[in-house]
């Protein structure tokens, strides 16, 4: 069933009051808090693994940090679709739980897969690797040496990413299964804002708060590695354990009933998707954001440098202030949203976003106006996101969700891995201020789908999406 119980009292449909006041949708939250703050802090954890056991003198973190991130994103791109299909076929709460479970069990064997592997190398012919690779200073004739222990946290790493990819659609589905239609679009906006969070906190404290656990594990007679791992597992335990008190109203036979095969199931998402103009052109809105987003993490290291009072490792300022925005504008949407159709507030979204990003492009050499668009940019995008992803889950049938959140969970993890390796060349190429205004253009994009959504809307203008 796809709303599990109703008030006999009158309908607080406004804020955030009725969703936290919702005991199913406080587990699943603070569930999300502790998994996605395990989610940064280890990433933050590799980099300090890296730093303390493989990257040689004088040589450059990028490499290693990329090996690492590409690890995280394979996945991604090749299970995305196959985890959303398998999430309607199992318990959302069992994944959910498991998953954390699992992930934190990872963690735990790092340390001592990295003491058991010291000072060991396994030889691969250079051809093997690509050649951004080749430039590690491990290569003697031809043959290329890589640290074992840093193949073993590579593979937990791809491991890590993979059941990832799980968590995340079964989160999703999880959210209309607990509460209520009307409110769907209060529990997106406070789910985002934790996201932005989660992002900026996960990486402001994820530094001290390891070197804290190092040095109280040294205290105890344990290794720093051991305890900055310890942080992250617990982390990622603890979520399982609040999970477990998590009810969805699932009945086992939602899914237990005979499938049909896999691939035929992503065939019907697909189909799905195309015959649903509303829920494909919502997901197409989200693929443009993440898209611009994910251009704008590598732009932002470059406009920093051009930024007068800025260094070029201080990006993460600007896209801390993005945060905040978005958080910011989250927070709007949660308590007056509701007042406004999807379109409406999405259209909004879009406009607000080109203007930013040409606001942007002319204020550069401006430490102060660029933060006041970075901020903009952040609001606007949540007036964009937060509303479409209420429409892909208040729109896709129950036994569609894992389908298409599948789907949708794989474009994403592909819009946010193109422009990575897409924005730095074409800044070299053309520059900063041409990349923003194609930024700009896509936004302008995003914003006629969104009058397509409202075209299509405004034949049934009181249904609540």
């Known amino acids: 069933m796809d709303r599990q119980s109703t008030s006999s009292k009158p309908p607080m449909s406004q804020g955030f009051l009725p969703i936290l006041q919702n005991p199913r949708f406080l587990t699943l939250w603070v569930g999300q808090i502790f998994s996605q703050l395990a989610d940064k802090v280890y990433l933050v954890l590799m980099i300090a693994l890296i730093a303390g056991h493989f990257q040689g003198e004088n040589q450059p973190i990028s490499g290693w940090v990329s090996a690492i991130m590409i690890a995280f994103t394979i996945p991604a791109v090749l299970f995305g679709s196959f985890a959303g299909v398998y999430i309607d076929r199992w ?3 069992g994944v959910l739980v498991i998953s954390n479970f699992v992930r934190g069990a990872l963690v735990f064997v790092i340390p001592p897969l990295i003491w058991l592997s010291q000072d060991q190398t396994l030889a691969l012919p250079v051809s093997w690797l690509p050649v951004w690779l080749r430039q590690w200073q491990f290569q003697v004739q031809d043959n290329f040496f890589v640290p ?3 193949l073993f946290i590579l593979t937990l790493t791809f491991v890590d990413s993979t059941i990832t990819q799980f968590f995340a659609p079964a989160e999703q589905v999880t959210i209309p299964l607990i509460v209520e239609r009307r409110h769907l679009l209060s529990a997106n906006s406070l789910f985002t804002t934790t996201m932005m969070a989660m992002t900026i906190i996960g990486f402001a404290i994820g530094d001290p708060l390891l070197e804290l656990a190092a040095t109280l594990a040294k205290f105890v007679g ?5 305890g900055k791992s310890l942080v992250v597992a617990l982390s990622y335990l603890l979520a399982g354990f609040i999970l477990i008190f998590l009810r969805t109203g699932e009945k086992r036979e939602h899914y237990e009933k005979e499938r049909s095969h896999i691939l035929k199931d992503i065939r ?19 693929v443009i954001l993440f898209c611009i987003f994910a251009a704008l ?3 932002a290291v470059r406009m920093a440098e051009t930024i007068p009072g800025l260094k070029a490792e201080q990006f993460g300022f600007l896209l801390a ?6 958080a910011f504008g989250a927070g709007i949407l949660g308590n007056w949203g509701q007042q406004f159709s999807k379109n409406q507030l999405g259209l909004w979204g879009s406009l607000g976003m080109t203007v930013s990003l040409v606001g942007l492009s002319l204020s550069i050499d401006n430490l102060w106006l ?3 668009m970075t901020t903009f940019l952040g609001l606007f995008a949540a007036f964009v996101g937060v509303p479409m992803q209420t429409v892909i889950q208040s729109e896709t049938p129950v036994d569609m969700r894992g389908k298409v959140f599948g789907l949708q969970n794989n474009a994403v993890n592909i819009a946010l891995s193109l422009p990575l390796a897409l924005a730095g060349i074409a800044e070299t190429l053309v520059g900063l201020k041409p990349v923003l205004l ?6 302008v994009a995003g914003g006629i789908l969104t009058r397509n959504i409202g075209k299509n809307e405004s034949g049934n203008k009181k249904s609540e999406l």
């Open 91 to 93: 318990s959302k709460k």
């Open 148 to 150: 074992l222990g840093f």
């Open 222 to 226: 344990l290794s720093w590695e051991f």
């Open 268 to 286: 019907d998402g697909l189909h799905y998707l195309n015959n649903n103009h509303r829920v494909r052109n919502a997901l197409i809105q989200l």
């Open 297 to 299: 993490s590598v732009l």
């Open 321 to 326: 202030f993005g945060g905040l925005g978005m």
């Open 370 to 372: 660029t933060l006041l």
């Open 438 to 443: 194609a930024l700009a253009g896509l936004a």
